[in-house]
């Protein structure tokens, strides 16, 4: 019966791809669905099924959001975001957290320094409320969702179908890619990022999402795949978001998802007994098989500028020179800044503005580390030193979470190629604080066997 809905769920997602690709206005009514029924879920859900169905409402929104930004669908562009700090902040008024998560407010704070100096610093040509709506519904959207999750506990199931909620999203958004581009020679321009080939929209974040993906499938592929035709789905499935990842030609979110997968393999590896570890080793050689045939297949498409791209050579096969695409650069301008002011930083969403002032360049380096120090300065510092060590403390005494490794990987690894412009950076974090509670036949009968007191 579960497999059934599952096979559902899949086809109602694809029919959901076809249908906003046919009529593009339904990209509006999708997320407003996604609003009313999460909404109404979680207001009438039973007190004890609250934390998951929050942490549902917000998965899924992480899978859609870039599907709804390249459809159209955002009646305002952060409002992915505005929707997971919401659900997030009424999970965390109507369900008391068990442990009182002061780092994460002490982040928070720490924001604030940063606001102000952009207050005072504020230019004509500048507008304080964008700024800061651009800038920090990021970081502020972590810090909330880090605030609910903190050491709450959740069991094995239920992180599985959060999981999964995030993934069903990405496959009617792999639909729409292939509709939107069912032949990627004819957009081949080079090796830079395909905008074509990503639904027309940003590669750096379709990559990210579809590299997502790529880790959720897999983990689909290992764990929940009993018979020969789930292995199949799942495997299908999984080289669908793979290929589309690639051939946007955006590196991050592809190499940010091998290392979240070979992560998971290993640790989910050593968790399990040794007749699980003789058929994980074999489903390894099947899934090392079906990789390389997704990459060849791949570089057959693309007539091999995708190898071009991942060794780092032009489309004549010269190698280029700056392996980060001019990002060094923008990244060394904001160091710069950051020791210029150490204490208060240049203020919110200041550091694009002075790059403009001083060299002439409008970019941005999408580098979270080097935006928080050169806008917050020491505060700044403070800040992401506490999100950098807080969830590795937590994993000292709390060694549960075989996805940990992951999905603090996709974080840190996301934060540096992508900043935080889309909310999966900080909702993938807050899964790094849960607790989650592995049920056993030990434990059960432990528990059958605990004296009641009188």
């Known amino acids: 019966m579960k497999n059934y809905s599952y096979i559902k769920l899949i086809g109602l997602h694809v029919v959901l791809g076809v249908l906003i690709y046919i009529f593009k206005f339904l990209s509006v009514l999708y997320l407003l669905g996604i609003f009313v029924y999460f909404t109404y879920q979680i207001f009438t859900i039973k007190p004890s099924q609250k934390v998951i169905k929050v942490l549902m409402a917000c998965s899924y929104i992480v899978g859609a959001e870039v599907f709804i930004r390249m459809t159209g669908g955002n009646v305002l562009y952060e409002a992915s975001k505005y929707l997971v700090i919401l659900f997030t902040l009424i999970g965390i008024v109507t369900y008391n957290a068990s442990k009182q998560p002061l780092p994460y407010l002490v982040y928070i704070f720490l924001l604030i320094p940063g606001i102000l100096v952009a207050g005072l610093n504020a230019t004509v040509q500048s507008s304080i409320r964008t700024d800061i709506a651009f800038n920090l519904s990021g970081p502020i959207c972590l810090g909330i969702v880090s605030v609910f999750c903190y050491k709450r506990k959740i069991s094995y199931n239920n992180i599985h179908k959060v999981l999964l909620n995030m993934a069903l999203p990405l496959i009617a958004m792999t639909v729409y890619l292939f509709l939107y581009t069912p032949d990627i020679s004819e957009t081949l321009r080079g090796t830079g990022s395909n905008f074509a080939a990503s639904g027309g929209f940003g590669p750096n974040q379709v990559s990210t999402v579809l590299g997502l993906g790529m880790f959720l499938f897999s983990i689909r592929f290992f764990m929940h795949s009993p018979t020969l035709f789930l292995k199949i789905i799942n495997g299908v499935l999984l080289a669908a978001v793979s290929f589309r990842g690639i051939v946007t030609f955006s590196r991050g979110g592809v190499l940010t998802a091998i290392f979240m997968i070979v992560a998971f393999i290993f640790f989910y590896f050593g968790k399990v007994s040794s007749k699980g570890k003789f058929r994980i080793s074999r489903l390894v050689f099947v899934f090392v098989g079906l990789g390389l045939g997704i990459w060849l297949y791949s570089s057959m498409q693309t007539s091999g500028l995708i190898d071009n791209r991942y060794t780092n050579r032009d489309a004549l096969g010269r190698e280029k020179q700056d392996v980060s695409t001019g990002r060094s650069d923008l990244i060394s301008f904001e160091l710069d800044e950051f020791f210029n002011n150490p204490i208060l930083g240049v203020g919110v969403g200041k550091i694009k503005q002075l790059r403009e002032e001083k060299v002439g360049t409008l970019a941005a380096s999408h580098n979270e580390m080097s935006r928080i120090l050169s806008e917050h300065g020491l505060f700044g510092l403070a800040a992401f030193c506490i999100l950098f060590f807080v969830p590795l403390f937590f994993r000292l005494k709390n060694r549960s979470n075989i996805f940990f490794y992951s999905c603090y990987i996709f974080w840190f690894l996301t934060i540096n190629h992508s900043a935080?412009?889309?909310?999966?950076?900080?909702?993938?974090?807050?899964?790094?604080?849960?607790?989650?509670?592995?049920?056993?036949?030990?434990?059960?009968?432990?528990?059958?066997?605990?004296?009641?007191?009188?």
């Open 420 to 454: 935080m412009r889309i909310a999966a950076p900080a909702f993938i974090y807050g899964l790094c604080l849960l607790d989650i509670q592995i049920r056993t036949k030990k434990t059960d009968k432990q528990k059958r066997l605990k004296p009641i007191k009188n």
